[in-house]
């Protein structure tokens, strides 16, 4: 702690050394780093500097807190030829992550229906540990929607709408996956989990467009205050879960072979090049992939339940992606860095891709603007809806936060909702919530979480992201 700097109004850097190969980077504030300091997730974030092959720096969002091996809220580049890879820096969740969708109704106009709404799109979308879905998929068509994304499962599945893809991270689809990197445990836990929740963080929540803060950005993204959305969390489900696990593995006998001492082995990795750096790779792409699909088949099934729930139609719902975003990956991109372009492997754990306007990236449709990042806060408050700022190529390899970011662990919040009815609570401010097992909603209070408005108030300050809109629940489904 004695060793981090203020060098800015919402930067902190801890510089190189001892075995550290590059700074470490904070963005906070005096409210946040606080926090940080609790959990000390800046001594993990240290310990990621020190990974061989990490250029630039090492970058902990304000939302950063305690996670598997590398902080969430970490962003590390890794030089693509002389670099390592690490199951650790993406997650167990891999592309868990969010969508964001935009309807032509006006909160006023449903506000006596929200009990029924929620009520139906807990009957039509499971929500929970180890629930199947829907979509029962053969072999054949896992490896399909593994390594063809979202394009199959709008052109073969038929769900969701091909204009949907432009406006997906990637368009729906990471090339290079190879399911034949994917082992059979893998697969069989993810072919009946397509169009499933999951638990834990994870949610559907229905809510409306409170404030829009840049009307300029607004319109043309068709923000508009009063205006029910549906916001979607999810990610590869177990699919992705027994990936991290199974590479995990792989990665710790990689470093024990190459005698490799590692500070933590939360942290094993293999190096670029490699055969077992490749297999993650490619089962990573796999994970990220079907996580597209899962939310747009959820995204499916939540615009039929509006639909039956108002008793209106699809054309009167309205119904417009405005963006999915990842959270939990590794992908390769290009970056300056120290003056130079670099061909890079950007771990991104708990932060969000943030590219700004004109980039070659971007879909025709925001290249002007920059990209559309959805911020989910918790349950009880209110999330927001962010515009990419240019300095985030320079501060963050084109990255900011990813939500509110934890400030209590599970078993804490548990305690602390000891004999209080958190339903009720939110009953009474207006937000109705269902939730499959009861314990989740003491773990997932609005006091277990950073007030995500101080978060995304630091990346704007830092120059990282700028808040376009503000959204509240009024319904919110979780496992």
């Known amino acids: 702690m004695d060793q981090m700097k203020k060098v800015a109004p919402y930067k902190y850097v801890i510089e190189k050394h001892g075995d550290m190969n590059v700074d470490a980077v904070i963005f906070a504030d005096d409210i946040l780093l606080p926090k940080i300091v609790e959990d000390k997730s800046f001594e993990q974030l240290v310990n990621v500097a020190s990974l061989p092959g990490i250029v630039g720096k090492a970058v902990a969002m304000p939302d950063i807190h305690w996670g598997y091996g590398f902080p969430v809220g970490g962003v590390a580049a890794f030089d693509y030829e002389s670099g390592i890879v ?13 969508r964001l969708h935009l ?16 009520s139906t799109l807990f009957d039509m979308i499971p929500a929970g540990v180890g629930l199947s879905g829907n979509v029962k998929l053969s072999k054949s068509e896992m490896r399909r929607v593994s390594e063809e994304g979202a ?6 599945l038929n769900f969701g709408d091909e204009k949907e ?7 729906g689809v990471i090339n290079g996956a190879d399911f034949d990197a994917v082992s059979e445990k893998a697969y069989d836990r ?22 829009v803060v840049r009307k300029d950005i607004a319109e043309k993204w068709g923000l508009r205050e009063g205006q029910v959305t549906v916001l979607i969390h999810s990610g590869s489900r177990g699919f992705g ?5 199974d590479y995990i593995r792989v990665a710790l006998r990689w470093c024990e072979k190459n005698r490799v001492k590692l500070k933590d082995n939360q942290l094993a990795f293999m190096k670029m090049g490699t055969q077992e750096a490749q297999n993650y790779i490619s089962a990573m792409k796999s994970a990220i992939n079907y996580a597209f699909s899962n939310r747009l088949i959820i995204a499916h099934y939540c615009k039929k339940a509006l639909v039956k729930a108002l008793g209106i139609t699809e054309s009167e719902l309205g119904w417009t992606l405005l963006y999915d975003v990842a959270h939990n990956t590794a992908k390769i991109e290009t970056h300056r860095i120290n003056g130079k372009e670099r061909k890079v492997v950007v771990h991104r754990k708990g932060a969000t891709r943030a590219f700004p306007k004109n ?39 084109g990255s900011t936060c990813h939500g509110a970011g934890r400030s209590m662990s599970r078993s804490k919040a548990i305690k602390v909702a000891r004999g209080r009815d958190i339903s009720s609570e939110l009953r009474k401010r207006g937000i109705i919530v269902k939730a499959r097992e009861r314990h989740l909603l003491a773990e997932e209070m609005s006091e277990a979480y950073k007030d995500v408005y101080d978060v995304v108030r630091v990346c704007e300050n830092a120059g990282l992201s700028l808040i376009v809109a503000k959204l509240v629940p009024v319904g919110v489904i979780k496992g």
């Open 86 to 98: 690490s199951p650790g820096g993406v997650g167990f969740d891999i592309n868990c992550g969010v």
């Open 103 to 118: 309807t032509n109704l006006d909160i006023k106009s449903i506000q006596n229906k929200i009990e029924n709404v929620v």
């Open 151 to 156: 394009k199959f499962v709008v052109n073969y």
């Open 165 to 171: 893809l432009e406006s997906i991270e990637s368009f």
């Open 190 to 211: 993810g072919r009946d989990q397509l169009g499933t929740v999951g638990s834990g963080n994870h949610f559907v929540e229905v809510g409306y467009v409170e404030q």
């Open 241 to 245: 879960h027994q990936i991290c696990e």
């Open 359 to 397: 980039h070659p990236e971007l879909p025709q449709k925001y290249r002007d603007v920059g990209q559309p990042v959805i911020i989910p806060g918790d349950m009880g408050r209110y999330s927001y809806v962010l515009v990419a700022s240019e300095n985030s190529m320079e501060e963050s390899f």
